[in-house]
């Protein structure tokens, strides 16, 4: 009996070396597929991100058309302008983004009282920022979108002959934004943008208690332009 132990015993040895040697060879053969596989998704995955643009520019041609109100027996009007504005929109996910805008026009606040006519013609900077929630329509090459926001309209007087008040300041206004838009592809990265936006504020006075309506104001502004996304 312990001879015949001793011949399993040599038999089976090198077996035994031989089975674990084809073990870890066929777990070294996984690990190198694994290795292949997870190097082939995440290079997927990159090349995902790297087309995946989620940044766009846009520059857009706009008019600035603002309600004639009054208040404390003082009436204002504002000449109808055009402008421009530049804006950065970041695309979070498919429904929301977030924007920042900076537009600038000129135009004339003319004011109407017991002193007669007065007019201050200003550089009007529009600084805001908002979100955006995308709206997709099952059309080819559109999207559509609404926003709402808030930011500021700086008034600045341009202290131009005829269109002065004495003691007329710098000011401004805070503003409740909010509008609307779509957008047309051209290609992977240009498209065209048309949109409204309305701005809600109160009158500016610019620092002078005889132009103070206490009142409010709206300002709508449509535009077109283009968008560069990258």
Same mark, same amino acid.
């Given at each position: 009996?312990?001879?015949?132990?001793?011949?399993?015993?040599?038999?089976?040895?090198?077996?035994?070396?031989?089975?674990?040697?084809?073990?870890?060879?066929?777990?070294?053969?996984?690990?190198?597929?694994?290795?292949?596989?997870?190097?082939?998704?995440?290079?997927?995955?990159?090349?995902?991100?790297?087309?995946?643009?989620?940044? &766009?520019?846009?520059?857009?041609?706009?008019?600035?058309?603002?309600? &004639?109100?009054?208040?404390?027996?003082?009436?204002?009007?504002?000449?109808?302008?055009?402008?421009?504005?530049?804006?950065?929109?970041?695309?979070?996910?498919?429904?929301?983004?977030?924007?920042?805008?900076?537009?600038?026009?000129?135009?004339?606040?003319?004011?109407?009282?017991?002193?007669?006519?007065?007019?201050?013609?200003?550089?009007?900077?529009?600084?805001?920022?908002?979100?955006?929630?995308?709206?997709?329509?099952?059309?080819?090459?559109?999207?559509?979108?609404?926003?709402?926001?808030?930011?500021?309209?700086?008034?600045?007087?341009?202290?131009?002959?005829?269109?002065?008040?004495?003691?007329?300041?710098?000011?401004?206004?805070?503003?409740?934004?909010?509008?609307?838009?779509?957008?047309?592809?051209?290609?992977?990265?240009?498209?065209?943008?048309?949109?409204?936006?309305?701005?809600?504020?109160?009158?500016?006075?610019?620092?002078?208690?005889?132009?103070?309506?206490?009142?409010?104001?709206?300002?709508?502004?449509?535009?077109?332009?283009?968008?560069?996304?990258?």
């Amino acid at each position: 009996m312990p001879v015949l132990n001793a011949k399993a015993i040599h038999v089976c040895g090198p077996l035994r070396l031989e089975s674990l040697a084809h073990i870890q060879e066929r777990r070294i053969q996984i690990l190198r597929r694994s290795a292949i596989v997870a190097s082939f998704v995440t290079l997927l995955t990159l090349g995902a991100a790297a087309q995946e643009n989620r940044s &766009d520019i846009s520059l857009q041609g706009t008019g600035f058309f603002t309600k &004639d109100t009054n208040g404390n027996g003082i009436s204002r009007t504002t000449s109808d302008t055009g402008g421009f504005q530049v804006g950065y929109r970041y695309h979070i996910n498919r429904w929301f983004s977030a924007e920042g805008d900076y537009g600038f026009g000129r135009n004339t606040q003319k004011y109407f009282g017991s002193f007669g006519e007065s007019g201050v013609q200003a550089n009007v900077h529009a600084v805001t920022g908002d979100l955006v929630v995308n709206l997709p329509l099952p059309i080819r090459r559109i999207s559509t979108y609404a926003l709402a926001g808030g930011g500021g309209l700086i008034f600045d007087p341009t202290r131009n002959g005829g269109g002065s008040v004495p003691g007329a300041s710098t000011q401004a206004k805070g503003a409740f934004l909010y509008g609307a838009g779509a957008d047309y592809a051209l290609t992977h990265h240009f498209s065209l943008r048309a949109e409204y936006r309305g701005f809600v504020y109160k009158n500016p006075d610019f620092g002078l208690a005889a132009l103070h309506t206490d009142s409010w104001t709206h300002t709508a502004q449509p535009s077109a332009g283009i968008v560069f996304r990258f």
